[in-house]
Each structure stands twice: as structure tokens, then as C-alpha cells.
């Protein structure tokens, strides 16, 4: 029987306690795996969200105008085909998705790569980081995640968002990414 083996990543926690454990590595990372779960999560009840919503119109429908048996079935069948689609694609694309991220922190600041059929490579280098927020919804927060949100002059990405960290993960990319001791951003 095989195995799937992610390679074990450099952290906090299974570092060697005399090993430089510097966030700016210049290593490409994936997400946080626990984010596809999240995802998934978040996918099954808007699913289930959709798919109740759908069955109340479609009981008030049936109801208000008593429609002949082949429309009630095919309305029915609707209903099936709708939830079953968006269920499975709540359920796939997270994993799929999880594929196409990943991030790299060096002195120089970050790059974020994304996209699944459209492929984009954003670089913030420290200098143009103005401030930067590490948030945590009640269900992230539940799992350990946070988003981490860069903020920079201009408008084109004046907002750059990189959800699915591991929250320690993110406070340091975080202390990292502000101006240290002596440097000035400006």
C-alpha cells in the first residue's frame, strides 16, 4: 500500500532548538493543509445552503401552481442535479485549488503564486509594505489558521490577501515583512 508524504517543512515546532528558524528562507511553501478542510467545510454549507433554498421554491411552486407530473419531476431533477454539482465542486476544488498556491518569503519581501487555469506571481518586497493585518474568523481561529493581509502604495494590489497560513505561520511572516530596527520603508 502506498503513502502520500508531504516532506516535512521547517516550523517552529519540529525545528532544532539551536536552528536558525528564520520565516525568510527563500523556500516555496504550500498552505496549510487543515485550509482544505476549512474550505470544504465552508463549501458544503453553502451547498447545503443553496440546496434548501432551491427545495423551498421549489415546494412553494408546487404548491401555488400544482404543476403537471413531468414538470414537478423535471424540477426535481433539477434540484438533484444542481445540489450533486455544487456539492462535488465544494468538495473537489479546495484540493485542487491547495495545488495551485504557494508562497516564498526572503529578505527581500514575498511572492505569492496562485491560479488554478489563470497563473498569477505577485511580489511585495519589503519596501513598499506600508502596514500588514493577521486576521482569524471563528472558524479559522478554531483551526489554528489565519489570513494574512499586506498592504502597499499604489492601487494596482494595493491589498495583497494570503489566507490558509498556519497562524504562528503568519504572525512571523508578518513581524518579518514590517520594517525592522533601523530601516525605513519610505
Known amino acids: 500500500m502506498a503513502t502520500l508524504e508531504q516532506p516535512a517543512e521547517p516550523s517552529p515546532g519540529n525545528a532544532a532548538p539551536d536552528a536558525p528558524s528564520s520565516i525568510a528562507d527563500g523556500v516555496e511553501r504550500s498552505l496549510d493543509p487543515r485550509s482544505v478542510l476549512l474550505d470544504q467545510l465552508v463549501g458544503w454549507i453553502f451547498t447545503g445552503s443553496l440546496s434548501s433554498g432551491l427545495l423551498v421554491v421549489l415546494v412553494i411552486v408546487f404548491f401555488a401552481a400544482s404543476p403537471a407530473g413531468w414538470v414537478t419531476a423535471l424540477l426535481a431533477l433539477f434540484w438533484a442535479a444542481t445540489t450533486l454539482a455544487v456539492g462535488w465542486f465544494s468538495h473537489r476544488w ?3 485549488y491547495h495545488r495551485h498556491v504557494s508562497y516564498k518569503v526572503d529578505e527581500r519581501g514575498i511572492e505569492i503564486r496562485t491560479g488554478v487555469f489563470w497563473r498569477k506571481v505577485i ?3 519589503r519596501s513598499r509594505v506600508q502596514h500588514t493585518d493577521v486576521s482569524q474568523g471563528p472558524m479559522e481561529r478554531s483551526r489554528g489558521l489565519g489570513t494574512l493581509a499586506i498592504y ?4 494596482d494590489y494595493a491589498q495583497v ?3 490558509g497560513l498556519d497562524h504562528a505561520t503568519a504572525l512571523r511572516i508578518r513581524d518579518h515583512l514590517l520594517a525592522g530596527e533601523g530601516e525605513d520603508a519610505v
Open 123 to 125: 511580489n511585495v518586497p
Open 161 to 163: 490577501g494570503l489566507g
Open 94 to 96: 479546495p484540493e485542487v
Open 152 to 155: 502597499t502604495a499604489g492601487t
